[in-house]
């Protein structure tokens, strides 16, 4: 039995769950459960598209279907990898969905305030 793009996305983002950071654990407390503003949110979520001719995937850390949102949590590895981020939020952008990038040092030291942030978009009519 051949294993799928879908498959393997699955799995991968099981995993990421079991590993969550500090920060993601924080965000995560504020938006499950309908918490944040009554929307559905999902934490690492495959994002499955076609590229260049092939079936791939990204792992949004947080995605809300409802507001076509993803939320990516970045730490200090995103310092070194900005061209593969943009690059990142292009082909997600792409797909009709916004993203919304916050550091792990803006969770972990004034969540209320990235929370406002978040509420502004959000919040804003579909």
Not at 30 to 35: I, P
Not at 41 to 52: A, D, I, S, T
Not at 114 to 121: I, S
Request: a positive charge; hydrophobic letters at 35%; charged letters at 35%.
């Amino acid at each position: 039995m051949t294993t799928t793009t879908a498959q393997i996305a699955k799995e991968l983002a099981r995993e990421l769950r079991k590993r969550e950071t500090p920060a993601e654990a924080i965000l995560w407390e504020q938006l499950r459960n309908r918490k944040f503003l009554g929307k559905k949110f999902l934490r690492q979520h495959p994002l499955l598209f076609e590229y260049m001719g092939r079936r791939t995937f990204f792992i949004a850390d947080f995605y809300c279907h409802e507001r076509r949102l993803v939320i990516e949590v970045d730490g200090k590895n995103h310092d070194y990898q900005k061209d593969y981020d943009e690059l990142r939020t292009q082909v997600i952008d792409s797909l009709g969905i916004s993203v919304v990038r916050v550091r792990n040092e803006d969770i972990e030291n004034n969540i209320d305030q990235v929370l406002k942030r978040m509420r502004g978009v959000v919040g804003r009519d579909a």
